[in-house]
């Protein structure tokens, strides 16, 4: 054993690879200070979603909150459980540490509508961000910060419609996500006025060489298929792939942004992407929140702010490629 | 020469017909589960004999398949591996990260992966030898921490959930080429995990029927105290065992890696029971001791089957699970009852 990690580790001393990797990302990176731009007293925010474990999207919502509270002299914390039991129980623990205000993901609503009224009782500010969008006020929250599915799901069907299409499929990663279904109904709904059709597909999202052959199979039993969406970014490559293989010359657009979404934008091997900007949902929220304790401020007079959808084409893509880098974006 | 046949032939070296051999062979129901199956979706499914089609499925049949050959070895052995599926993740994780994080050639991290995944796979037999605890709370443990590592991990070093692109980096291709190249023969695209899947198929087969490793695989699960009495290096086997998964899991992580450049740190989770299903449905009994590799190989084929089928037919997607879960059972079943008319025969 020790004998081979000698080698392997004297291997890569020797083979090293002169182009990509972390090198040159270091060389393309820019130092980046976050200094409290306020001197409010330092408040605590925590932050309690429904992300599951490894969501690429939530990562980007945190980096917007933690940038805000460093510019606002916040301590923010965070907690995440994709179940709701768990999310209300975190919610509970920020009520008891006495934080000075809260946001909270309300994807299932009913299951944390007792806490964030117990939260509102006590006293602390809640901001809602990314669903709960109905439920928001209702619940007692100052504002509601994210994109509406339904309307988000509606500038899709829109767009493919400007884009000539007939015939789309919706490919949806979790079976049972009430959001993904919202999407694909709202796009369903504008694609189908302007006489398009579109079908549902669902594939095992953890599973990614059965995520292209189930979309192969699709493509290759409906070859009149000539749109596919995709909810989030990671599948937007494997949908370009199986497109491919399948010999279809479907065009396929996607839910949210990453690096490869932004570099097959920029290629033209994707048709567009929506964005939600999520980084505006993180950071918003802790500005918010901030403003209310600092200013009395309330924004959206009740109805939520919209964070999105902004649709990305090949063209803002290239503009957007360094920020998606960061991890903003 | 000179004697007369028949009368003096002891009855166990007497030769048996074609048939009766055939009958004898654990994944007899499989296949009849198999044909069952093809010839379902061929009528249900109007695309579903188009030579690009079928690629499909056994490409999608040879993801599964690669997996659930190690799987079947280590259940006729008498355990089973939950780490399986969220291993394969750690694997591609590894050699992706090792590779960015170090600017390394990617073939280093290729194989600084296999030494880590190898390790994993000798923690997993190690342990159980060692502490003599059931198989599932050992492999649940590893199962639990490999999850958390793997997000752990990859968030500290990458700062997000997901690797970095390694596409641009030296020695991609050609690594690409061997884990996941294909090959285009008109309108059908083969893979090379098809490739790699047939191979394992046939080392697992000849090792499992013509070696004495194979013996001890089946005795092992057969019984693991009278194995000891006759002598067989059961922790050896063992461990030999959940090695041979964590070298396949390897397999099946470079394939991922190489043919989506960046992997995403919470998949894999739940892929460790499609393995064992396929090598359930091929044949391997829960309780060790008996199989084959093949059949698991014939499991995974009805799998893919399956689960692209449905696509084919187009039917409705929100019953996709359900139509999985009922063809599985009704393929097992089969399979069950062709086993019991053979035994009884």
């Known amino acids: 054993m020790g004998v081979v990690l000698a080698a392997v580790l004297g291997a890569s001393l020797a083979g090293c690879s002169s182009t990509g990797g972390k090198r040159a990302e270091e060389r393309a990176k820019a130092a980046e200070a976050g200094r409290p731009a306020v001197s409010t007293p330092r408040w605590t925010f925590a932050m309690v979603t429904h992300a599951g474990d490894g969501d690429t999207f939530w990562d980007i919502v945190q980096k917007g909150a933690k940038e805000a509270a460093a510019k606002d002299n916040i301590k923010f914390v965070y907690a995440h459980d994709d179940q709701a039991q768990q999310q209300a129980q975190f919610v509970q623990n920020a009520i008891d540490q006495k934080v000075d205000g809260i946001i909270v993901s309300l994807a299932k609503p009913d299951a944390l509508k007792d806490v964030v009224a117990k939260a509102v009782k006590a006293g602390i500010p809640v901001v809602t961000v990314n669903s709960g969008s109905a439920q928001s006020a209702e619940y007692g929250a100052l504002t509601h910060i994210g994109q509406d599915e339904e309307i988000a799901g509606e500038a899709v069907g829109t767009e493919l419609a400007k884009r000539g299409k007939k015939k789309a499929v919706c490919v949806l990663h979790e079976q049972g996500n009430v959001g993904h279904e919202q999407r694909c109904a709202g796009a369903k709904k504008t694609f189908g006025e302007s006489g398009g059709v579109m079908e549902n597909l669902y594939v095992e999202g953890t599973n990614m060489p059965s995520v292209q052959s189930s979309l192969q199979a699709k493509l290759q039993a409906d070859p009149s298929v000539d749109a596919i969406v995709t909810l989030g970014a990671p599948f937007a490559a494997t949908a370009v792939k199986a497109k491919d293989a399948a010999g279809s010359k479907a065009e396929v657009d996607t839910f949210d942004l990453n690096e490869s979404v932004a570099r097959d934008l920029k290629s033209g091997a994707l048709g567009f992407a929506v964005d939600q900007q999520p980084y505006l949902q993180g950071y918003e929220a802790v500005d918010l929140l901030w403003l209310n304790l600092y200013n009395a401020n309330v924004l959206g007079g009740g109805r939520p702010v919209l964070t999105g959808p902004a649709i990305v084409t090949g063209a803002q893509a290239a503009e957007l490629e360094k920020y998606i880098k960061r991890g903003s974006r | 020469m000179s004697a007369t046949a028949g009368a003096t032939v002891d009855e166990r070296l007497a030769p ?61 052995g008498g355990e089973f591996d939950l780490s399986a599926g969220v291993m394969v993740t750690t694997s591609a994780l590894v050699s992706s990260m090792f590779s960015y994080q170090m600017t390394a050639n990617v073939w280093v991290g290729v194989l600084v992966s296999l030494v880590v995944t190898l390790a994993i796979g000798f923690f997993n037999g190690f342990m159980l030898t060692r502490t003599k605890l059931p198989s599932f709370i050992i492999t649940l443990g590893t199962f639990l921490m490999l999850t958390g590592l793997n997000l752990g991990f990859t968030k500290l070093i990458s700062g997000s959930v997901s690797t970095k692109s390694i596409a641009d980096m030296e020695g991609f291709s050609s690594a690409r080429a061997l884990f996941a190249s294909e090959w285009n023969i008109g309108s059908v695209t083969l893979k090379v995990t098809i490739l790699w899947w047939f191979a394992l198929v046939a080392v697992a087969t000849w090792i499992l029927l013509r070696t004495r490793a194979g013996n001890w695989i089946f005795a092992v699960g057969g019984g693991a105290d009278a194995a000891r009495a006759t002598g067989v290096p059961v922790v050896k086997t063992r461990i030999g065992l959940y090695m041979g998964v964590a070298l396949c899991a390897w397999i099946s992580g470079q394939h991922i890696l190489f043919s989506f450049d960046v992997v995403q740190s919470g998949e894999g989770v739940g892929n460790e029971f499609l393995y064992i299903i396929a090598a359930v449905i091929g044949g391997c009994l829960m309780t060790g001791g008996y199989g084959s590799a093949i059949g698991s190989a014939v499991g995974a084929f009805i799998f893919g089957m399956t689960s692209n089928g449905i696509v084919y037919a187009q039917w409705n997607p929100d019953w996709f699970k359900f139509f999985l879960g009922a063809m599985l059972l009704l393929a097992t079943l089969l399979n069950a009852w062709v086993r019991k008319r053979a035994e009884a025969k």
């Open chain 2, 16 to 76: 048996t017909s074609l048939a009766r051999r055939l009958l004898a062979r654990p994944e007899l129901g499989a296949v009849v589960g198999a044909v069952a199956v093809f010839v379902f979706f061929s009528f249900a499914a109007d695309s579903f004999l188009r030579a690009s089609s079928l690629s499909t499925v056994l490409y999608s049949a040879s993801t599964i398949g690669i997996m659930a050959v190690p799987v079947a070895l280590l259940m006729i």
